[in-house]
């Protein structure tokens, strides 16, 4: 079967190089890939990359980070879109992924909380310098200073000091004008949870952006 | 409204956001005409629902596709897992959704079994009736019935006035048209029905999946 490229020997183009793949939805994509074509993997990621990119950029706040998990995100997704139940919308799917596949990452990361002052269970002053927790240096290398840059903001700052639910479902809200209903479904919590982590997270942002006011 | 009898927060939030009631937004609008205070907050939401939604999206690093592929697995699905889909799909369409629906369905369905089961037990009873006795009984039953069938409709359409009209006039097509004539009005009865019978199979069952229908709209 030739779906992407000239059938071999009819020197024709098949019918997906007439194909505009753009026009379609996302569900008749998905069933494009699952008949096997690569284009249409590819623009599937090629709709969805921004979005999930940027959702993950602001849970870990980490450029390189973000791509790995966004590039995990989009692995995990493809791999199983036969087993995608078309019932659903595909943006839910895979932000519900992206999301999870975030969230994860920052269990892992920090499985405590940590304090730069040391642990809290330390007896002694000799345990308590071993535990505390040095900065790194204050020189930004380009990639950081890119970064700060893109995440520097006043707002960005203040998203970042978010809860990671929280900043989920503002992003989700805010910047890809999902419905709350849709939201609901992404994070895998009650509808009126997700009105509360909006209302909570818009509320400390209030708070946080406050000086900007004076 | 709180004890200075200024709305809450929340509803001046709320209000911002689109999401309070007619009743509720009549009664914030007139009280905001007179109070600077929370004309001031409103202004303040607005601005934070304006900083968030023009918050920007990031891109990934060039060749962010590319290094995603490097690791999808990319199999064809076989011809018979779409029919297992459609099955599938089609079973859950006319599946009862109720337990209500369920308990029916199993009735309707159990009721031939259970006469049909009735009925042969009640034959092997019987010392008289041997198995090819009851097959040949069987089939001729099956035979006189298809052919009483086939009679009865071969009548009935025969007997139909539209049925007259194109014997009557069948003639007259011949004389004018010539048998080419009558050729090519037969093609045409034929592929317009091939064309709905078509159409129906598409519209009923056929799903608009296919990469060559999507090339076929984008032309």
Redesign the interface.
């Given at each position: 079967m030739c779906r992407d490229t000239a059938c071999p020997g009819t020197g024709s183009p098949s019918p997906a190089r007439i194909l505009d793949y753009s026009t379609l939805t996302d569900q008749q994509v998905v069933q494009l890939a699952r008949d096997g074509s690569e284009r249409a993997y590819r623009e599937l990621i090629g709709r969805y990359q921004r979005p999930v990119f940027s959702l993950i950029y602001r849970l870990v706040r980490d450029r390189e980070k973000a791509e790995d998990l966004a590039q995990d995100t989009f692995i995990k997704v493809l791999n199983a879109i036969d087993r995608y139940n078309p019932e659903y919308k595909f943006s839910s799917w895979i932000f519900k992924i992206a999301h999870n596949t975030g969230l994860d990452h920052l269990r892992r990361r920090r499985p405590d909380t940590l304090s730069l002052d040391g642990s809290p269970h330390a007896r002694t002053a000799a345990e308590t310098e071993a535990s505390t927790i040095t900065p790194e240096s204050q020189d930004e290398t380009p990639e950081q200073f890119t970064e700060n840059r893109e995440l520097g903001g006043e707002i960005e700052v203040a998203m970042g000091g978010l809860r990671a639910e929280y900043r989920t479902a503002i992003v989700l809200c805010h910047v890809e004008g999902r419905p709350y209903e849709e939201i609901a479904e992404i994070m895998d919590v009650p509808l009126g949870t997700v009105k509360t982590y909006i209302h909570r997270g818009r509320k400390e942002l209030m708070q946080k952006l406050e000086h900007l006011r004076c | 409204m709180n004890e200075h009898n200024h709305p809450a927060?929340?509803r001046l939030?709320a209000f911002v956001e689109g999401t309070l009631q007619d009743g509720d937004r009549a009664v914030l609008e007139s009280h905001l005409l007179t109070c600077p205070a929370c004309q001031t907050q409103v202004e303040?939401?607005r601005g934070?629902?304006s900083?968030?939604?023009s918050?920007?999206?990031?891109?990934?690093?060039v060749g962010?596709?590319n290094?995603?592929?490097e690791?999808?697995?990319?199999?064809?699905?076989a011809a018979w897992q779409e029919w297992t889909d459609r099955a599938g799909a089609l079973a859950a369409r006319i599946a009862p959704k109720t337990n209500y629906g369920w308990s029916l369905a199993v009735a309707f369905l159990a009721l031939p079994i259970l006469l049909g089961g009735s009925a042969i037990a009640w034959l092997v009873s019987k010392s008289y009736i041997t198995t090819d006795a009851l097959m040949g009984y069987t089939r001729d039953s099956i035979i006189e019935g298809l052919q009483g069938v086939g009679s009865t409709v071969i009548t009935f359409v025969m007997q139909t006035e539209l049925t007259a009209w194109v014997v009557a006039n069948i003639g007259a097509v011949i004389s004018t048209a010539g048998v080419t004539g009558l050729g090519a009005m037969l093609a045409g009865a034929g592929s317009l029905t091939v064309l709905s019978t078509w159409v129906l199979y598409r519209n009923l069952f056929r799903s608009?999946?296919?990469?060559?229908d999507?090339?076929?709209y984008?032309?």
């Amino acid at each position: 079967m030739c779906r992407d490229t000239a059938c071999p020997g009819t020197g024709s183009p098949s019918p997906a190089r007439i194909l505009d793949y753009s026009t379609l939805t996302d569900q008749q994509v998905v069933q494009l890939a699952r008949d096997g074509s690569e284009r249409a993997y590819r623009e599937l990621i090629g709709r969805y990359q921004r979005p999930v990119f940027s959702l993950i950029y602001r849970l870990v706040r980490d450029r390189e980070k973000a791509e790995d998990l966004a590039q995990d995100t989009f692995i995990k997704v493809l791999n199983a879109i036969d087993r995608y139940n078309p019932e659903y919308k595909f943006s839910s799917w895979i932000f519900k992924i992206a999301h999870n596949t975030g969230l994860d990452h920052l269990r892992r990361r920090r499985p405590d909380t940590l304090s730069l002052d040391g642990s809290p269970h330390a007896r002694t002053a000799a345990e308590t310098e071993a535990s505390t927790i040095t900065p790194e240096s204050q020189d930004e290398t380009p990639e950081q200073f890119t970064e700060n840059r893109e995440l520097g903001g006043e707002i960005e700052v203040a998203m970042g000091g978010l809860r990671a639910e929280y900043r989920t479902a503002i992003v989700l809200c805010h910047v890809e004008g999902r419905p709350y209903e849709e939201i609901a479904e992404i994070m895998d919590v009650p509808l009126g949870t997700v009105k509360t982590y909006i209302h909570r997270g818009r509320k400390e942002l209030m708070q946080k952006l406050e000086h900007l006011r004076c | 409204m709180n004890e200075h009898n200024h709305p809450a927060a929340d509803r001046l939030e709320a209000f911002v956001e689109g999401t309070l009631q007619d009743g509720d937004r009549a009664v914030l609008e007139s009280h905001l005409l007179t109070c600077p205070a929370c004309q001031t907050q409103v202004e303040e939401w607005r601005g934070l629902f304006s900083a968030l939604s023009s918050l920007p999206q990031f891109d990934p690093s060039v060749g962010f596709a590319n290094r995603v592929m490097e690791h999808v697995r990319i199999a064809p699905r076989a011809a018979w897992q779409e029919w297992t889909d459609r099955a599938g799909a089609l079973a859950a369409r006319i599946a009862p959704k109720t337990n209500y629906g369920w308990s029916l369905a199993v009735a309707f369905l159990a009721l031939p079994i259970l006469l049909g089961g009735s009925a042969i037990a009640w034959l092997v009873s019987k010392s008289y009736i041997t198995t090819d006795a009851l097959m040949g009984y069987t089939r001729d039953s099956i035979i006189e019935g298809l052919q009483g069938v086939g009679s009865t409709v071969i009548t009935f359409v025969m007997q139909t006035e539209l049925t007259a009209w194109v014997v009557a006039n069948i003639g007259a097509v011949i004389s004018t048209a010539g048998v080419t004539g009558l050729g090519a009005m037969l093609a045409g009865a034929g592929s317009l029905t091939v064309l709905s019978t078509w159409v129906l199979y598409r519209n009923l069952f056929r799903s608009p999946s296919r990469e060559s229908d999507y090339a076929l709209y984008s032309l």
